[in-house]
């Protein structure tokens, strides 16, 4: 059984290895916390340099899949790219399996929770300088571009399909 950490030791291990995600870890969102400490458990120093660098490349792909710098377009280049052509998506088969809550599980089965998947995606919009942002709804989580007029969020579980 797993003890569930202080506020504390969660924000500075999500800090450190998921800068961009931290901010979800707000006031507004503290029912997050003992997940998101699932989320990078287990991860030791060169899992977390794999789990970057391998964001990094995703990050190239993205950029290189994006028309323009229009939000619209970027949000479809980080869909396109994520849940279309590499295949992340929710698994609906075994959704409590605890390998859903598990970054690097998730990055090889290309499947996970709607968190850890949108920590996939906050993680190579952090590469890329995109302003994307983690947004907590009821049972579930998905993630929106947080600059312009326009209300862009996607779903990464459900493969990144937008829902704007």
């Given at each position: 059984?797993?003890?569930?950490?202080?506020?504390?030791?969660?924000?500075?291990?999500?800090?450190?290895?998921?800068?961009?995600?931290?901010g979800a870890l707000s006031v507004e969102a503290p029912q997050l916390?003992?997940?998101?400490?699932?989320?990078?458990?287990?991860?030791?120093?060169?899992?977390?340099?794999?789990?970057?660098?391998?964001?990094?490349?995703?990050?190239?792909?993205?950029?290189?899949?994006?028309?323009?710098?229009?939000?619209?377009?970027?949000?479809?280049?980080?869909?396109?790219?994520?849940?279309?052509?590499?295949?992340?998506?929710?698994?609906?088969?075994?959704?409590d399996h605890p390998r859903n809550s598990s970054i690097s599980q998730?990055?090889?089965?290309?499947?996970?929770?709607?968190?850890?998947?949108?920590?996939?995606?906050?993680?190579?919009?952090?590469?890329?300088?995109?302003?994307?942002?983690?947004?907590?709804?009821?049972?579930?989580?998905?993630?929106?571009?947080?600059?312009?007029?326009?209300?862009?969020?996607?779903?990464?579980?459900?493969?990144?399909?937008?829902?704007?």
């Open positions: 059984m797993h003890s569930v950490p202080s506020r504390e030791e969660v924000v500075a291990a999500v800090a450190e290895s998921y800068p961009g995600f931290a916390l003992p997940l998101a400490s699932y989320v990078v458990e287990g991860l030791d120093t060169v899992g977390i340099a794999c789990a970057e660098r391998y964001c990094g490349f995703l990050a190239f792909l993205v950029e290189r899949a994006a028309e323009s710098e229009a939000p619209l377009d970027r949000m479809r280049a980080l869909s396109g790219v994520l849940g279309a052509e590499e295949g992340y998506r929710g698994d609906t088969e075994e959704y998730v990055l090889g089965r290309r499947r996970g929770l709607p968190i850890t998947l949108s920590v996939l995606y906050l993680s190579v919009a952090e590469h890329l300088g995109w302003p994307l942002v983690g947004v907590d709804f009821p049972g579930h989580f998905l993630v929106r571009y947080a600059q312009g007029d326009e209300l862009l969020v996607a779903d990464p579980f459900d493969g990144g399909r937008l829902l704007t």
